[in-house]
């Protein structure tokens, strides 16, 4: 089994979660690190990019209740730019 802890792409979806304040906000968060770690364990390299692909998607929810959260007062505006700046890292590194 590969051990996806090691993986820069899976690194950096962990650490923009560890990162949230409360990820109540972004239920979504969570699905994008387990996505990404299940994408990296699969032998099958078709079934691990298109894993990585719906990791994308998964990018662009999270973003999205983030900024619902910020919208709505739950979330600083230097907390939403940094987690937002995170994701939007994430997301360029899954596409390329």
Same mark, same amino acid.
């Given at each position: ?6 993986? *820069? $792409?899976?690194?950096? /979806?962990?650490?923009?979660?560890? @990162? $949230? #304040?409360?990820? #109540?906000? &972004? ?7 387990? &996505?990404?770690?299940?994408?990296? +364990?699969?032998?099958? =390299?078709? !079934? %691990? =990019? ?6 994308? %998607?998964?990018? !662009?929810?999270?973003? +999205? #209740?983030? !900024?619902? !959260?910020? %919208?709505?007062? $739950?979330?600083? @505006? #230097? +907390?939403?730019? *940094?987690? @937002? @700046?995170?994701? /939007? ?8």
């Amino acid at each position: 089994m590969v051990n996806f802890h090691e993986h *820069k $792409l899976w690194q950096e /979806a962990y650490v923009a979660l560890m @990162d $949230l #304040e409360n990820p #109540e906000f &972004t239920p979504s968060a969570k699905d994008v690190a387990a &996505t990404i770690a299940d994408s990296l +364990t699969r032998q099958d =390299r078709r !079934a %691990g =990019r298109e894993l990585l692909q719906i990791a994308v %998607g998964l990018v !662009a929810k999270t973003r +999205t #209740e983030l !900024a619902v !959260a910020w %919208g709505k007062g $739950l979330v600083t @505006d #230097e +907390t939403f730019k *940094k987690i @937002d @700046d995170q994701y /939007a890292t994430l997301s360029s590194s899954l596409q390329s």
